[in-house]
């Protein structure tokens, strides 16, 4: 059975964090000792924006192609004001057409500060979602956040709403 993201309620921003079945996707999650592997923001129609290796920042469809292959997810959401979801989702459209932050993603797994400056990994496409936003304040745009760290954060969160991890379901 395939996972797929679900809408979110109104004026709220949805994170999901998922782990695909790809080699790469067990290499990330094994390297940053985490559940997931990758994260991306669901918006209020449930396409995702996310920032994938070699194609950079666009909006994906919330369909069996894109979904194909993900084992594991799970969403939190953060309630916002209409101003701040309307910044939010707007920021994420702007962001489309950006491109993969490579160094960032290398230095995510070797834990060393690289960064190619308006380029984005997909933890980044979220935190800077959410700084613009003004739902949260990071001072340091020099390091990049793991898709890990952002969870970390999120779910410290009390404003925060964790959802339970879905597995998908073997025939």
Known sequence: MTLFAKIPPENTARIRFTKGNTALSEI???????TFAHCECVLHDATLVTALIGLGVHRYPNDEDYN???????????PMTPP???EWQ?????????NYDNEGALGVLLYLPL????????SM???NSLIHANWCKISDFRTVVSPWQLYEMLTSDKRCIIHQI???KTA
Not at 28 to 34: C, P, S
Not at 90 to 98: C, K, S
Not at 115 to 122: F, L
């Open 115 to 122: 960064h190619e400056r308006g380029k984005y990994i997909c």
């Open 90 to 98: 707007h920021w994420l459209y702007q962001m489309v057409g950006r």
């Open 166 to 168: 879905e597995y998908a």
């Open 28 to 34: 990330i999650a094994d390297e940053l000792q985490f």
């Open 68 to 78: 194909k292959g993900t084992i594991i997810q799970q969403f939190i959401d953060l």
């Open 125 to 127: 496409v979220a935190v």
């Open 84 to 86: 701040q979801y309307q």
